[in-house]
């Protein structure tokens, strides 16, 4: 989250993608640094997805990232 931020605050659009356990974390990481920046829950675990897999993830969430990332 910490990049994004910071490339957020360089104005350069950003997304972060993490899966659905750090949301709490995410949360509060967000009001601990004062902002909100633009983010995207995958289902969890990702760790051993196979290349399939994660191209099926990505597929499914493309369109949030994308729409994130024009607001």
Do not use: K
Not at 12 to 32: G, K, M, R
Not at 49 to 60: G, I
Request: charged share 25%; aromatic share 4%.
């Amino acid at each position: 989250m910490h990049d994004t931020v910071d490339l957020e605050i360089r104005g350069v659009p950003s997304v972060f993608v993490a899966s659905e356990v750090f949301i709490d974390a995410a949360v509060s990481q967000a009001q601990a640094l004062g902002l909100d920046p633009a983010r995207v829950f995958v289902p969890h675990p990702i760790q051993d997805r196979t290349d399939d897999e994660m191209r099926a993830m990505a597929e499914l969430v493309v369109e949030q990232l994308l729409s994130n990332l024009r607001a």
